[in-house]
């Protein structure tokens, strides 16, 4: 594994509560991403990471906030969590801009 | 909108047979192509691709890509049943985003 954990692993919520995942990475790459990955979608981007504070919105982004304060931290939130946000979320980070990524082990999140 | 489509969706073999899978894609400005294996958690990487008629190739598994035709081709020549997963095709585009295939879905029976 490229040193990347994701916390929490499996999440159950109920709909309109808020919802934090994090992303914690060992490798100091600077580049770091959010995905959903859903059957039928494949793996989609939602958000992602090219330094410090600085992020950008990805394909499906609605809904959806992201921080990173940290070069190793970034932190995806569901505002107001949905049952069409029930997804695997995995994160992913790589050394350059269209270098290979790697990916974390992924959180399950239902909402109910 | 950039487009990555994989085939078959799915494929039963038996240990020891070859396998070809396929990914073709439609995307603006192509910078490279990657192949992931996914088991039951993250992807892992295979293969990135930038350049034409040239394989590359890893134990039993090899993949090229023809940019010309727009696709890539993934083998896996005596299978095994550790081969077993789904596997992803992506595409980069001009803007740097990874845009992913809907996977083709590899069983390999004993």
């Known amino acids: 594994d490229a040193g990347i954990t994701q916390s929490p692993r499996h999440k159950v919520t109920e709909t309109g509560t808020p919802v934090t995942l994090r992303c914690h990475q060992t490798?100091?790459?600077?580049?770091m991403y959010w995905y959903r990955q859903d059957p039928g979608h494949g793996l989609r981007l939602i958000h992602y990471s090219y330094g410090v504070k600085d992020t950008d919105k990805g394909e499906v982004s609605d809904g959806y906030s992201v921080s990173r304060s940290k070069t190793e931290d970034f932190l995806l939130t569901l505002e107001s969590a949905t049952s069409s946000q029930t997804s695997v979320y995995f994160c992913?980070?790589?050394?350059?801009?269209?270098?290979?990524?790697?990916f974390g082990p992924g959180t399950r999140l239902t909402v109910l | 909108e950039d487009k990555v489509v994989q085939s078959p969706l799915s494929l039963v073999v038996h240990e020891g047979d070859t396998v070809t899978l396929n990914c073709s894609y439609e995307v603006t400005n192509f910078r490279s192509l990657l192949w992931y294996k996914q088991e039951k958690k993250a992807p892992t990487f295979l293969f990135m691709l930038?350049?034409?008629?040239i394989e590359k190739k890893s134990g039993r598994l090899s993949s090229i890509l023809d940019k010309k035709e727009l696709f890539s081709i993934l083998n896996i020549t005596a299978t095994q049943t550790g081969d077993s997963a789904i596997y992803l095709c992506a595409v980069f585009n001009a803007g740097n985003m990874l845009t992913f295939g809907g996977g083709t879905r590899l069983m390999v029976k004993p």
């Open positions: 490798e100091n790459h600077r580049y």
């Open positions: 992913a980070i790589s050394w350059g801009w269209s270098n290979e990524q790697f």
């Open positions: 930038t350049s034409s008629g």
